[in-house]
Each structure stands twice: as structure tokens, then as C-alpha cells.
């Protein structure tokens, strides 16, 4: 799983606060079962992220982690795909809380992550 001490990287004063609201590291349940963590490692003034996807056991797929990058569009950050070939968006629902979305091989998970550090 995702260290808690992942690099974050503070953003930057030129970058809105919409965008610098997703940095930090989420932490949350899909179909209140399957463990995650979201680290939204860096942010940029124009809604670009990188980040860090972590997962426990998700149906046939083994513990492991993830990085990717993606952009902040209105209230959403959606990841390219990742290696692992899951597609994420994360909807800002209220300051501190995510409603993320986890589709890979046909499957689609939901759940609410809340910050869990900067």
C-alpha cells in the first residue's frame, strides 16, 4: 500500500485553489469493500496532476500500486490509464471528500475517499 509519507508536493501559490483542493493523499473503500488510496502528488497552475493509485485485493487483482497523471477539469480529476489498464476519476463532492470511480476490465467500482494528509 501507499506509504503515508508519499512525495507531495506543496502546490505552488500561481495554482487555483479548484485545482491545489485535490492535492494530498485520499484514502477510501470501492463497493465498500476494496481498499484504496489516491496520492495527488504534484499540481500545476493549468490542472495537471500526477499521482499515485494504491490498492489492497480487488476482485482477481493482487495488491499493488500505480502511477499515472491526468488533469483537473471543473470539479473532476481524471487519470490517463494506468499500467495496470484502470481507467479513475476522482469528483470533488465537498472539501475533503472524493467520490472516485475505478473501471478495469469491464468492472466499475465507486466510493468516497476522504484526505488523509498532505
Keep these: ?29 470501492l463497493n465498500g469493500m476494496y481498499d484504496g488510496k489516491l496520492a495527488v502528488l504534484t499540481v500545476s497552475s493549468g490542472g495537471q496532476v500526477t499521482a499515485s493509485y ?4 480487488l476482485a482477481d487483482n493482487k495488491p499493488g500500486v500505480a502511477d499515472g497523471s491526468g488533469r483537473i477539469s471543473g470539479n473532476k480529476l481524471k487519470l490517463g490509464r494506468l499500467p495496470n ?16 470511480t475505478y473501471a478495469l476490465a469491464g468492472q466499475t467500482y ?6 488523509i494528509g498532505q
Excluded at 5 to 16: L, S
Excluded at 54 to 57: H, K, P, Q, T
Excluded at 85 to 90: P, Y
Design 110 to 115: 465507486t466510493g468516497s475517499f476522504a484526505r
Design 85 to 100: 489498464g484502470a481507467d479513475i476519476t476522482a469528483t470533488m463532492a465537498s472539501p475533503g471528500m472524493l467520490n472516485v
Design 1 to 29: 500500500m501507499l506509504d503515508e509519507a508519499a512525495a507531495i508536493v506543496p502546490p505552488g501559490k500561481g495554482v487555483p485553489t479548484r485545482y491545489s483542493a485535490f492535492s494530498g493523499i485520499w484514502a477510501g473503500q
Design 54 to 57: 494504491a490498492w489492497g485485493d
